[in-house]
């Protein structure tokens, strides 16, 4: 990069006042340093990156849409970035390894003078994709590559003519009618349009057992398990009176209750 | 000589007088619960011994005394045992409340550091370029953290209005920083403001409605707290029009809690209800007991 023309640099935060705060500390910090273009979202400051190309992109990692770290990975190698976090352990852990530097907000001119002296170090150099580093970011960020599975914690369903959130704690049983799936609790009823076995692929399979064809129940909502007189075991639950037949093939589940 | 002798008739004579009150208390305190039918049945079973033994009348004087203290004393003394289980049971009913409801307050109680910078760092600018904005934003965070410290909340049992006024003073924060992606909206009637309701509840509703509503959303959106009385029902709705509901993950600490207090607080009384309006976003509603506090003299 030419030394005779002078460094420039966008500012992306979804908030202005953050954004003006950053770009008053820079002035301090680093006189010569041009704010070319300021950004609300990840997506902006792509798009303000790709249009301006500028030396520098400070981006905030928590931002409405797209995030800093998204950002900045669509953004690998064509900018040197520079994250701004409020307060983020792990984000300052993963930057100590060194790569890119970081900003904790609000900005203080002298610790922007260190990264404004990191940076300029490296703006001789082609900007580094930091692909490790931001892999492992978005990892800790909750943002894409390997993630344990989540499994469903609340249940949407209609109640009349409302539709409620209902936790699947407070759930005590699933049960397959008609074109429906009731979903029944302590209080009322509930029905949702999923089948039985769609509701299984979501269902965390500790939480909740397939007793029947039809018929998905919160284990810890089960009181007892008895037989009825044709000799079938019968689930009695915590907060119903209803109960539920246990059908042959999963008699095994309580074998040991 | 006759000293330790008649020392000892002493402690013995104490003894046996002792004896005697202890079981006199008890056959008061039988004699006070006993049912009826019970009383005649054992006179007339003693009435019945008294004569093979041929001594009726004494047995018949005692039956009448007993009687008649039955019905002098009996009632109050019952009206004594029975107050004094009650009182021992209240009392541990409401210390259990009071121990879950304190641990539960300073779960609640905790202060996103999140916020909390990002407020500084935007104080921190406006007191450079707009003072007055600085001074207003930095009292509306003082109201809020003081609310969120358990220890500054004792007293006398807490209003809407507080709860609100809380909320309020969180708004106002959110509105400076986030500028026109935020609308307020405060639909709470004036006389309902004196009604009796739970602290951190609304606030966990307000943060939600925030954190996973409108600020990830880009265009942002609208919230409102809106307050009635429904079949003597107090229901409080935090409304916004933000990204909605997300059905997984682990979130819901917050909302968690405020069902177990609820819980803990009314028992079956009071409800939770997070739904979904027809034009999208997230409406959580509380609902409790409508009581009102009687005015601060």
């Known amino acids: 990069m030419p030394q005779t023309r002078a460094p420039t640099a966008v500012i992306a935060d979804d908030e202005r006042l953050m954004r003006e705060q950053l770009a008053d500390a820079l002035k301090d910090a680093w006189p010569e340093l041009a704010i070319v273009g300021e950004a609300a979202n990840g997506h902006e400051a792509i798009a303000l990156v790709q249009s301006l190309e500028p030396d520098v992109a400070f981006l905030d990692i928590s931002m409405p849409g797209m995030d800093g770290v998204q950002a900045a990975q669509a953004l690998a190698g064509a900018v040197h970035v520079v994250f701004v976090t409020a307060h983020d352990e792990y984000a300052i ?47 800790r960020l909750g943002g894409a590559g390997a993630k344990p599975r989540e499994y469903l914690r609340w249940v949407q369903a209609s109640v009349g003519s409302n539709i409620r959130m209902i936790p699947t704690g407070e759930i005590l049983f699933f049960r397959a009618e008609d074109k429906y799936t009731r979903v029944q609790t302590a209080r009322f009823e509930a029905l949702i349009r999923k089948s039985i076995k769609e509701l299984l692929d979501e269902l965390d399979p500790e939480e909740f057992w397939q007793i029947h064809r039809g018929t998905v129940v919160r284990v810890d909502a089960v009181d007892q398990v008895s037989r009825n007189l044709a000799g079938k075991q019968v689930v009695h639950l915590k907060g119903s009176d209803e109960k539920l037949e246990v059908s042959r093939s999963f008699t095994h589940l309580f074998k040991q209750m | 000589m006759t000293e330790p002798t008649s020392s000892a008739q002493k402690g013995a004579l104490r003894e046996l007088r002792d004896a005697v009150i202890v079981v006199w208390w008890r056959f008061f305190d039988w004699l006070a619960v006993v049912s009826w039918t019970k009383l005649l049945l054992v006179s007339g079973l003693g009435f019945i011994l008294a004569g093979i033994l041929q001594h009726p009348i004494p047995w018949l004087m005692f039956v009448v005394a007993s009687v008649i203290i039955k019905i002098i004393a009996g009632g109050k003394r019952r009206a004594e045992l029975s107050a004094d289980e009650a009182t021992q049971r209240a009392h541990t009913e409401q210390l259990q409340r009071t121990v879950v409801e304190a641990r539960m307050e300073a779960l609640q109680a905790q202060i996103e550091p999140h916020f909390l910078f990002n407020t500084l760092a935007s104080i921190d600018q406006l007191i450079r370029t707009d003072p007055p904005r600085a001074s207003k934003m930095q009292q509306s965070l003082i109201r809020y953290l003081r609310s969120a410290m358990p220890q500054m909340r004792e007293g006398r049992r807490p209003t809407l209005g507080q709860q609100v006024g809380l909320c309020t003073a969180f708004l106002e924060i959110m509105a400076v920083r986030m500028e026109d992606r935020l609308q307020v909206v405060i639909n709470v009637p004036e006389g309902l403001k004196s009604a009796v309701f739970p602290s951190m509840m609304l606030q966990t509703l307000v943060e939600n409605a925030i954190k996973h509503g409108l600020e990830p959303k880009t265009e942002g959106g609208r919230v409102e707290i809106r307050a009635e009385v429904v079949d003597g029902q107090l229901a409080v709705h935090v409304l916004d029009t933000g990204l909605g509901f997300a059905p997984k993950g682990e979130g819901g600490v917050g909302l968690a809690n405020v069902r177990e207090r609820l819980a803990a607080l009314y028992g079956e009384r009071a409800e939770l209800v997070i739904s979904v309006p027809p034009a999208g976003g997230t409406c959580a509603t509380i609902q409790v007991p409508y009581e009102t506090v009687p005015a601060a003299t």
Not at chain 1, 96 to 116: F, H, M, N, S
Not at chain 1, 117 to 138: F, G, I, K, N, T
Request: charged share 30%; proline share 6%.
């Open chain 1, 93 to 139: 852990k993963a930057f100590e390894q060194g790569a890119v530097d970081y900003v904790l907000k609000p900005a203080e001119v002298e610790r922007l003078r260190l990264t404004c002296q990191r940076v300029r170090e490296r703006v001789q150099q082609d900007p580094d994709p930091m692909e490790a580093l931001l892999a492992q970011l978005s990892q």
